[in-house]
């Protein structure tokens, strides 16, 4: 079984200061996927980035980049001149591919992620 | 194109009632899922379909039923909600289950069970 570990349950920051939020896995697989999704108070889940695990590339997405260390199961989202439409929920979130979808996504408990002005 | 939608946005029960949560994408997407959303907690698959007439259970199944009788459609029955039933109730949809298919989220359902 896939395990996602979210170590910070609330993070807060100044606008326009970089953070950085963190996210381990715990996986036998070789072929993966580990996506951020943002989560506003709208309860919407928003895909905020994604990356294939054989990519030694990190992804990027505009303001939004990660940190993908595949030896040390570690995927950290940094955002860049975070805004204050930045403050929501993010979860950390893996996938793998084969399987049919049996297990789903499995997402790790999230990271509240404040932006103050 | 109204991607995935779910209904109700809130819902309040009495312990031993029942009730149908609604999903239904536009999308034409093959593969959908339903998963929960407790306090302090990540998602929580607890059905999913890989199309039309096949279901199967994820990870915490019980106390759920669903059906898939349509591509477009994929209900999930309480059959006698009990308050650890009281989450948030997010449906997704994607074409089919690969690494290149984004996961489409519908806006959840808020159910408290008294």
């Known amino acids: 079984a896939q395990t996602v570990t979210q170590s910070q349950p609330e993070m807060s920051v100044q606008e326009a200061e970089t953070v950085t939020l963190s996210c381990t896995y715990d996986?036998?697989?070789?072929?993966?996927?580990l996506f951020w999704y943002k989560q506003p108070p709208s309860r919407q889940m928003i895909l905020v980035i994604r990356q294939e695990a054989y990519k030694q590339q990190n992804a990027t997405e505009n303001r939004f980049s990660v940190n993908f260390q595949k030896a040390a199961k570690s995927f950290s989202l940094k955002i860049s001149d975070s805004q204050l439409g930045d403050t929501a929920m993010y979860f950390c979130?893996?996938?793998?591919?084969?399987?049919?979808?049996?297990?789903?996504?499995?997402f790790g408990k999230g990271t509240h992620l404040i932006i103050q002005p | 194109n109204a991607g995935v939608t779910q209904t109700p946005k809130f819902q309040v029960l009495k312990t031993g009632q029942s009730m149908t949560l609604q999903c239904a994408q536009d999308?034409?997407?093959?593969?959908m899922s339903w998963y929960r959303q407790d306090p302090g907690m990540g998602l929580r698959l607890i059905h999913y379909?890989?199309?039309?007439?096949?279901?199967d259970q994820g990870e915490v199944p019980n106390g759920y039923n669903v059906s898939r009788s349509t591509t477009e459609d994929f209900p999930l029955r309480l059959l006698s909600a009990a308050p650890s039933q009281t989450s948030v109730y997010f449906c997704a949809s994607s074409y089919s289950w690969t690494s290149t298919d984004t996961q489409y989220f519908g806006p959840g359902t808020r159910l408290t069970v008294l």
């Open positions: 999308m034409n997407h093959e593969y």
């Open positions: 979130a893996f996938m793998i591919p084969s399987g049919g979808g049996a297990d789903g996504l499995t």
């Open positions: 996986t036998s697989e070789n072929n993966y996927y």
């Open positions: 379909s890989v199309g039309a007439g096949i279901t």
